[in-house]
């Protein structure tokens, strides 16, 4: 563990598809299992009969107020304080899907990844390191199209229509201006693999200390 035997906690975000997702996988990859955990936003979305609709009367996941986020800081907070966390899986109403009881232990790095995790600031007061992964609006949105086809089940008109009204004004107004105070900003447009191995170094540097 670090000082005072407290988890290092590194915040990760970037705007919708960025590719957060292969990021993250990689970076968990690069540690044995008792040195790394990640908690992500995902989990913490509110019921759907909760989720604020727009003019058109489609719900909008893409706004700060359709997460949990006091029970996302909350949840945190006790992999700071060296203490185990239970949550049920998010499946984004993919009715195909059972959601599974998810558990995350302690460890000395815990990296906690979602787009708001710079906006809420009970999360990001908490952080101990802000990554910023980036990448141009046509590659996110061909990523996106990608994903929520097949992980969602949305229609294409479906995922341009959120493109356009929900997914763009949100990193315009919640993410991007949080790219300025990022600690490190890692370009995603074709590969990481070199901010991956910068951000790997580091905290195997913490964790040694």
């Known amino acids: 563990m670090t000082t005072h035997n407290k988890p290092y906690l590194v915040g ?10 292969l990021f993250l996988k990689s970076l968990m990859a690069s540690f044995p299992e008792h040195e790394i ?15 604020k609709k727009d003019a058109n009367g489609i719900e909008n996941f893409d706004l700060p107020e359709s997460i949990d986020d006091h029970a996302f800081a909350k949840d945190v907070e006790k992999l700071k304080n060296g203490q185990d966390v239970f949550k049920e899986e998010y499946t984004f109403n993919n009715k195909e899907r059972t959601p599974e009881m998810l558990h995350f232990k302690p460890a000395p790095i815990v990296v906690v990844e979602g787009i708001f995790v710079f906006h809420y600031l ?9 990554v910023f992964i980036d990448a141009k609006n046509k590659i ?5 199209i990608k994903r929520d086809a097949d992980e969602r089940g949305y229609d294409l008109d479906d995922v341009l229509y959120r493109w356009k009204n929900h997914v763009t004004p949100t990193y315009r107004n919640y993410i991007r201006p ?7 900003v890692i370009p995603n447009n074709d590969h990481f693999e070199k901010g991956l191995e910068v951000l790997v170094d580091f905290l195997r540097g913490k964790i040694k200390k």
């Open 140 to 144: 996110k949105l061909a990523r996106r």
């Open 122 to 130: 009970e999360v990001a007061s908490q952080l101990d390191l802000k």
């Open 178 to 184: 949080y790219k300025k105070s990022a600690d490190i």
């Open 12 to 21: 990760i975000t970037g705007g919708s598809a960025s590719g957060k997702t």
């Open 37 to 51: 955990c990640l908690i992500s936003q995902d989990n913490y979305y509110k019921p759907i009969h909760l989720q």
